[in-house]
Structures are given as structure tokens and as C-alpha cells.
């Protein structure tokens, strides 16, 4: 009969023998039948147990279980133990040896885990085994064992997005596996080829699995694929077709062609090095050149006399030549003096200020003039003589104030911006001119105007886009013809790399390349949040053969340069002393950077079936894309159905989720099978798209439901979120995209001349002659940059001939549309400056 002595040895005996030696064992049974003892060899009896073979982690394929081995010598007894408790005797399987090296007994037990064993404690901890060796001396124990339910889910966390890149330069597509045990291995296929970084040193695969294409070339156009795998499957991820373009560009030169008859020689050029391809860009510039040539170089085609015929020819067909010009500018000249007339009284520089007569009761400051300004033209163009808007009988006589005292000099002469009538002719015209034949041609997003030494003002309306041209900016004698556009992000490729992100919209003005004599302002939305701590913003311009070239560093600004910006809470302002192609660039330095997101939510106006959709827009927080989503709003039917929310983005690689909640059960369904939708965070980030949007479709279980009440939930993964409350009749069209845009900006685009301006030029160059010299108490332009809270500028505005022309740009470029005048007066007079006199102080009080 088997007898169990002890935890650690089991004899058998017979009812004949009383002793029995287990040789395969190496122990000694004594005893008889009722008494038994059992011990080692005594070559072994001092040794303790050690492992030959330790269990290892497993992982459990589908309902496949797993078995764990362990082996040990010299050893008595071993039994597992998982999660704690012994494992049944009878489920070990046992095998004894003997090891022929050292003739040491080796016992090997193994057992079987199934998943249901796994998942009993699923939740509470991880699955783990160690097996426990006995010997006469003590027992040993064996590393734990993990067992884990291996899986590998569907969805991508991050798949690569499809771009277009020059040749040569660097391709990033990102990818982030689906969440699996065991860690899924990452492989990229380009074109259903597995790519293999060690054969082609091209190519570059990142610890965190993105692909890296160091210099993109031709070959690597295609469809690039990255593909998950672990032992339980292999996931592919949608593909991302890269294209590699190529701009166009010229060869060298031709040598100089033979001198002809007609005393010109000529060289040309082709667009061969490279050739473009694959929608790159064709060669600017000219293919053709001509050349005089010297008259030692010219053939002689006559002689003799027949030279002399010619040149005294020559001479006459000149004469007539210069007496045609002499006329032609005496007509010119008359026709001038018909339309333009010199100014001898300054008054006509301070037109469109009303004498309102002095208040009583101030009458220690009786000698102030309260004048109030005429804000409500919006004429550019101006015919005949230029007068004054106002009866001359309703005016207080000015000629004692020392601000209206004529400027030296005498006279100067007003000219006024004339616009164009057809805008899509002028943009038509321009967009064939050298320098302009990439200029969109979206007349509803473009301005423009005709401007002189006076200045003016353009505006795209409804997109916070402006341009302030201050007066003497244009150089006097000088009519330029200037245009403000918007560009969309699909007509142009703006380089991203890294953390970095489009903050602002990208305009244009022009033409490039005209003489500014001060700098100009450009005014554009960002969606920063305008913490310069967590950003480094540049300011990006594109050259004259398209590439992109960062300008400045937003503050490190040199006074130096020409450009210089101001970044508030919303708005850029750009000043410049040259006319081209801007756009915001901002790199996070840290994941506590954030960008502004408005969600607009939509809806069908009219709704006739019981399914009900509702369009959840996410964009860049600039004026600019919410016109363009309203508009294309406008044209699908659709109704605004809240208001828009601003939701600050983070840097911080997860993607935007969104949800909604608590809706009548009773009364509506949703029809999306998952809980939440996803917008990948960089399709928000690196700006791709100018808007993204979600669509949630719901069903109302009957015709007659027409009160709807839920939760909008938006956040970004491991981050915080926001639930916005949302209550609507969809019977009722009470915000209908066109009823919105009746309340956007209607103001004119384009303003020349003083209507541009809320400051008139006299008055304006008088408050620049008083405060741009020196004061020793302070009382000049610096103490009106520190009234204006513009303080942090002052080495900006030191380095300008007139720092307070500047300001007073600045000014007028933030204050346009919503500047209170008497503000600025309370602020002169405050400085000390008589200037104050010439503002309205309150609403038409006497």
C-alpha cells in the first residue's frame, strides 16, 4: 500500500518486504507496513533544492490553454502554487530522473491553465504561478509566472495621413498601434512591401513606430501601410498615400545668340533642371532675354550717304516724338487741375469733425473746441474738387487754435483711393501679372484699393483680416494699387514639422516688392493661447519662388528688422515695411500648450422624417473659417442650433472625443453604434483640413417629437472635458444661417483718404510734433505708450523717426470699428497736451 510520510516522501510496501529502496528516487524506506521513515542518500542529504527549469510568462491564444514547467534537484517533493493557493495533487503531472552528470535525483511537475482559470480573477490582479521544491534541508522557490489573455484590438490609436512633399525633404507618418497584450510589433509596407530600413538606409522606423523618410524622392511615392501584429493577429492600418512633387527649375543660361539685323541679340533658358512633375510648380520668371548690341557689333546694313539719310531721319522722328509728349502732358496737366484742387486752409484735412459749441460747464476750459467726428461714410472715391462736407455757416471759427493753424508750406493737395467697379476684373487682372499668377481667385475674400501718400484702409469682411495703410506710408508723388486676401489652406503647402501648427489664417497683400515709407499693419485673427511661455511663435513669408522663410520670433523681435509683431489675447498685428504672403506658425515647447477650438453645432432647417442629424463643426477659433463653414451652411440649408464654444486643445497627443448623453429615452434614439466619436489629434493639429466635423444621427420615434434636450460631452482623451446643454424645437427655424449673417461686419472693404481714419491728418501730424520731442517731466510719446498700456514696444517705437505716428497707428488699427475718440482725448489731456481740444468730449453736450 502507498504511504505519505510527511509532506515529503511516499514508500511503498509489501506485506513481505520491509524494506524497499527507491532507486530512481535516491531515498531509503524503512520500517514495515504501519511505520516508515524515509531520507537521502547521505551524499545528498546536505544539499537544498535549486531549479533547472523556472516557469516563464505565457499568454493564452483564444481557448488554447498553456502549460507551465518546473524541474528541480535534489528534491523530495514540488507542487505549484497561483494566486496564493496550492494547486490540486492530482492536477500535476509528475516525471522523476535521474541526472547522469552528478547522479543527483531531478524531478520535472507541469501543469495545465486553462482562460477560465485566468478569468475568474480578472479585474482584481494578475495571473500568476510559482512552483515550491522540498528536500530534507528546506524548500526553494521558483520566480513568479504571469499568465495573460493575450488579444490585439481593431483600431488604430494613431494611423498615418496622407501628404504632398518636395523632393528632398522630410517625411514624417506617424502611427500608434492598437492597444494589445502582448505589445504589438510595428512593420510599414509601401505599396504592399514590406519596407526594410537595414537594406534601404533611407528609410527610418522610430522607437515610438513612426517612419521617417529622410529625403523623399521620386521612388517613394505610393501608398504607405502600417501594420500592427501580435501572436493572436495582425491589424493593418488605413493606407497614406505620400506624393513627392517636384517644382520645376531653370537650366543654365544659352550663350549669347550672333548680334542681328535688327542690332539685338537674345539667350534663353528651359525648365528642365528639374522638369516639374507630379503637380509641382512650373518656373517663375522669364525664358527669353534680349540684349542691344554695340554698334561695333551691329552689322552695317548702309553706308556713305545712305547713313547720313538715316540718321537725319532719325532726329526728325524724334523731334515729333518729344513735341507729341510736350502735349500730351499739357492735357494731362489740365485735366488734372480739373479734378484735383490745392488746399490752402489746412480746415479741409479736419473735415468730418462737427463744431458741437463748448460746454458751460467747464468754464475754466471754455477755449476747447468739442467737435464730433463723422464716422459713417464709408466713400472711397472721390470726383471734382475735393470740399468740405459741411456748411461752411454752421462751423465756430477755428483760427485761434494753435492745432488748426495751417501746416508749412501753404497748400497740399488730397488724393482720395478710386476703386474699381468690377472686383472680378481687377482680381482677373492682377492674377496675370508676373508676380500674382498665384493669387486666388475668390472675389469674396479679396480687397483692394487705390491709395496715395493720405493712406487708407483694407478689410475682409467677417474674418477680423485688415490692412492700415498710415498716411505718408506711400511715398508722396506715388499711387499704388493694393490688395487684402485671404488664402485658403488647400491653394498653398505651408510646411509643418514637429510640434508645429497653423495659428492664424494666411493672407496676402500686395503687390510684393512696392516702396513703403513707413511700415503698414496687418490685422488677423490667431487661436493660440497667447501664452508666449508655452509657445515659440514665428512669423512665416513666402518668397518670391514659393518656398517659406521664418522672419521672427515672437519675442526676440529686432527693432532692426522689418517686420515686428504685437500678439494679443486674440489678434496679431503685423507691422511691416514690405506687402506679401503671412501666416502665424507656432511650436509647442510643452504639452500644457493649447490651442482655441469653437465647435459649432448645425442641423437641417427642415426635418420631415423621423431621422435627425446634427453636425458638430471643430475649427480654428479665427473669424476666417467660421465664415467659410457658415457660408457653406448656408448653401446645404442648414440652422445654427447653439451658440459657439471655445474649447482649449492640448498638446498632448490624444485625440478629441465626442458624445451625447441623456437624451429622452422615451422619445429619441441614437443611431451611432459606438459610444463616442474620434478626430485624431493630428488632423486638429497639423491642420490639414481647414474644419473638421462630426455627424451624430439621431431617430425620433415619432413624427410628432419635436422637443429635444440633451448633453454634449467634448474631451480629449485623459484630459478634461466640457458638456454643453443643448434645448431646441427642430421644427423651429429660429437661427437660420442667413439671419446670422445679416449681423456680420457690413462695413466697407476698402477706405482711402481721412474717412479711413478716425483722426484727421492735420490734427494728427500736430499731436506728432508736440509729444515726439523730448520732455523732461516725461509729457511726450512715452507717457501715451504707457496710457495705452502698449509700454512693452517702447524700444519699437523709439526706433521710428515719429514714435508718436506709430502709436497712433496702433491706435487706430485696434480701435476702428469700436475706438472711443474721447478716450484718447481724456488720455491727452491727462499728458498735459492741448491737443485734447480738438475731440468731442460726450455726446453732443454744449
Given at each position: 500500500?502507498?504511504?505519505?510520510?510527511?509532506?515529503?516522501?511516499?514508500?511503498?510496501?509489501?506485506?513481505?518486504?520491509?524494506?524497499?529502496?527507491?532507486?530512481?528516487?535516491?531515498?531509503?524506506?524503512?520500517?514495515?507496513?504501519?511505520?516508515?521513515?524515509?531520507?537521502?542518500?547521505?551524499?545528498?542529504?546536505?544539499?537544498?533544492?535549486?531549479?533547472?527549469?523556472?516557469?516563464?510568462?505565457?499568454?493564452?491564444?483564444?481557448?488554447?490553454?498553456?502549460?507551465?514547467?518546473?524541474?528541480?534537484?535534489?528534491?523530495?517533493?514540488?507542487?505549484?502554487?497561483?494566486?496564493?493557493?496550492?494547486?490540486?495533487?492530482?492536477?500535476?503531472?509528475?516525471?522523476?530522473?535521474?541526472?547522469?552528470?552528478?547522479?543527483?535525483?531531478?524531478m520535472q511537475v507541469t501543469i495545465d491553465i486553462t482562460r477560465q482559470q485566468v478569468e475568474k480573477i480578472f479585474g482584481l490582479d494578475e495571473y500568476w504561478c510559482q512552483c515550491v521544491a522540498w528536500s530534507t534541508t528546506g524548500t526553494q522557490k521558483s520566480q513568479k509566472a504571469y499568465i495573460r489573455i493575450a488579444y490585439l484590438r481593431k483600431n488604430f490609436e494613431e494611423e498615418p495621413q496622407g501628404k504632398e512633399v518636395a523632393l528632398d525633404q522630410e517625411v514624417l507618418l506617424r502611427c500608434h498601434p492598437p492597444e494589445g497584450v502582448p505589445q504589438a510589433e510595428v512593420e510599414w509596407q509601401r505599396n504592399e512591401d514590406v519596407i526594410d530600413p537595414a537594406s534601404d538606409p533611407n528609410f527610418f522606423i522610430t522607437a515610438d513606430h513612426n517612419l521617417v523618410i529622410k529625403k523623399a524622392r521620386l521612388a517613394d511615392t505610393g501608398n504607405y501601410t502600417c501594420v500592427a501584429k501580435n501572436i493572436v493577429a495582425r491589424r493593418k492600418s488605413t493606407s497614406a498615400t505620400v506624393l513627392v512633387y517636384v517644382d520645376g527649375g531653370w537650366s543654365e543660361w544659352s550663350k549669347w545668340s550672333a548680334c542681328g539685323a535688327d542690332c539685338s541679340m537674345w539667350r534663353s533658358r528651359e525648365c528642365t533642371q528639374p522638369s516639374p512633375g507630379t503637380g509641382g510648380k512650373d518656373c517663375q520668371g522669364l525664358?527669353?532675354?534680349?540684349?542691344?548690341?554695340?554698334?561695333?557689333?551691329?552689322?552695317?546694313?548702309?553706308?556713305?550717304?545712305?547713313?547720313?539719310?538715316?540718321y537725319v531721319g532719325m532726329v526728325a522722328v524724334a523731334l515729333c516724338l518729344t513735341l507729341l509728349?510736350?502735349?500730351?502732358?499739357l492735357v494731362y496737366r489740365r485735366k488734372k487741375e480739373g479734378l484735383d484742387a490745392d488746399v490752402a486752409d489746412s480746415s479741409i484735412l479736419t473735415t468730418g469733425f462737427q463744431p458741437m459749441g463748448i460746454k458751460p460747464s467747464k468754464p475754466e476750459n471754455s477755449h476747447l473746441l468739442t467737435i464730433q467726428p463723422d464716422l459713417t461714410t464709408t466713400t472711397t472715391s472721390y470726383q471734382g474738387t475735393l470740399r468740405s462736407r459741411h456748411d461752411a455757416t454752421g462751423k465756430f471759427s477755428m483760427t485761434n487754435g494753435p492745432l488748426l493753424d495751417p501746416l508749412p508750406n501753404g497748400s497740399h493737395t488730397l488724393h482720395n483711393g478710386k476703386l474699381n467697379s468690377d472686383p472680378a476684373e481687377f482680381v482677373s487682372r492682377l492674377s496675370t501679372q508676373t508676380y500674382f499668377k498665384t493669387l486666388p481667385r475668390d472675389v469674396a475674400n479679396t480687397s483692394y484699393g487705390t491709395f496715395n501718400f493720405l493712406g487708407g484702409r483694407l478689410t475682409i469682411p467677417s474674418t477680423g483680416i485688415s490692412l492700415l495703410i498710415p498716411p505718408e506710408a506711400i511715398p508722396r508723388g506715388k499711387i499704388y494699387e493694393i490688395y487684402l486676401t485671404v488664402q485658403r489652406k488647400e491653394d498653398l503647402r505651408l510646411p509643418l514639422a514637429g510640434c508645429q501648427t497653423l495659428l492664424s489664417p494666411v493672407v496676402s497683400c500686395g503687390p510684393p516688392g512696392v516702396v513703403l515709407s513707413r511700415p503698414v499693419i496687418l490685422s488677423m485673427d490667431h487661436c493660440s493661447d497667447a501664452c508666449l511661455d508655452n509657445w515659440a511663435v514665428r512669423l512665416k513669408k513666402q518668397n518670391y519662388e514659393g518656398a517659406w522663410e521664418d522672419v521672427l520670433l515672437m519675442g526676440e523681435e529686432l527693432v532692426s528688422e522689418p517686420y515686428y509683431c504685437q500678439l494679443e489675447a486674440e489678434t496679431c498685428r503685423l507691422f511691416s515695411e514690405q506687402l506679401g504672403t503671412f501666416a502665424l506658425v507656432g511650436e509647442s515647447l510643452h504639452m500644457?500648450?493649447?490651442?482655441?477650438?469653437?465647435?459649432?453645432?448645425?442641423?437641417?432647417?427642415?426635418?420631415?422624417?423621423?431621422?435627425?442629424?446634427?453636425?458638430?463643426?471643430?475649427?480654428?477659433?479665427?473669424?476666417d473659417v467660421f465664415k467659410e463653414?457658415?457660408?457653406m451652411e448656408r448653401q446645404l440649408g442648414g440652422r445654427l442650433i447653439d451658440e459657439p464654444h471655445v474649447l482649449l486643445f492640448k498638446d498632448s497627443y490624444h485625440n478629441l472625443r465626442l458624445s451625447i448623453h441623456d437624451m429622452p429615452q422615451a422619445h429619441w434614439r441614437s443611431k451611432l453604434l459606438a459610444g463616442y466619436q474620434e478626430i485624431p489629434f493630428y488632423h486638429i493639429w497639423n491642420g490639414s483640413q481647414r474644419y473638421l466635423h462630426c455627424t451624430f444621427t439621431l431617430e425620433r420615434l415619432s413624427l410628432s417629437t419635436c422637443e429635444l434636450t440633451c448633453q454634449l460631452c467634448v474631451w480629449q482623451v485623459e484630459g478634461e472635458g466640457q458638456s454643453f446643454s443643448l434645448d431646441f424645437n427642430i421644427a423651429k427655424d429660429t437661427r437660420a444661417v442667413d439671419s446670422e449673417f445679416l449681423l456680420m461686419d457690413s462695413n466697407a472693404t476698402a477706405l482711402a483718404g481721412p474717412s479711413a481714419f478716425q483722426i484727421p491728418y492735420l490734427i494728427r501730424q500736430k499731436i506728432c510734433s508736440s509729444l515726439d520731442a523730448p520732455c523732461p517731466n516725461g509729457a511726450d510719446w512715452r507717457m501715451l505708450a504707457q496710457r495705452l498700456k502698449l509700454e512693452r514696444h517702447m524700444?519699437?517705437?523709439?526706433?521710428?523717426?515719429?514714435?508718436?505716428?506709430v502709436i497712433l497707428d496702433l491706435w487706430e488699427a485696434q480701435h476702428f470699428h469700436s475706438g472711443n475718440i474721447n478716450q484718447l482725448a481724456t488720455v491727452m489731456a491727462d499728458i498735459g497736451k492741448q491737443e485734447a481740444m480738438i475731440f468731442l468730449v460726450s455726446d453732443g453736450e454744449c
Open positions: 500500500m502507498p504511504l505519505l510520510l510527511g509532506p515529503f516522501v511516499r514508500c511503498r510496501f509489501s506485506a513481505t518486504l520491509h524494506v524497499l529502496w527507491l532507486v530512481f528516487a535516491g531515498f531509503t524506506c524503512t520500517g514495515s507496513e504501519h511505520t516508515a521513515t524515509a531520507t537521502l542518500p547521505a551524499a545528498f542529504s546536505d544539499l537544498l533544492p535549486h531549479f533547472l527549469v523556472e516557469p516563464e510568462d505565457e499568454y493564452i491564444v483564444k481557448n488554447k490553454p498553456v502549460t507551465l514547467t518546473c524541474r528541480s534537484t535534489p528534491a523530495t517533493q514540488i507542487y505549484f502554487k497561483c494566486n496564493g493557493e496550492w494547486v490540486h495533487q492530482d492536477d500535476h503531472l509528475i516525471e522523476r530522473t535521474v541526472d547522469p552528470a552528478t547522479a543527483l535525483p531531478v525664358d527669353l532675354q534680349s540684349l542691344n548690341c554695340t554698334s561695333e557689333q551691329c552689322p552695317q546694313t548702309v553706308s556713305g550717304a545712305e547713313d547720313v539719310a538715316l509728349l510736350i502735349v500730351v502732358i500644457g500648450a493649447a490651442k482655441r477650438l469653437r465647435l459649432v453645432l448645425f442641423s437641417d432647417a427642415y426635418c420631415s422624417t423621423l431621422e435627425y442629424n446634427i453636425r458638430v463643426y471643430c475649427m480654428d477659433d479665427t473669424q463653414v457658415m457660408q524700444s519699437f517705437f523709439a526706433s521710428k523717426a515719429s514714435p508718436t505716428s
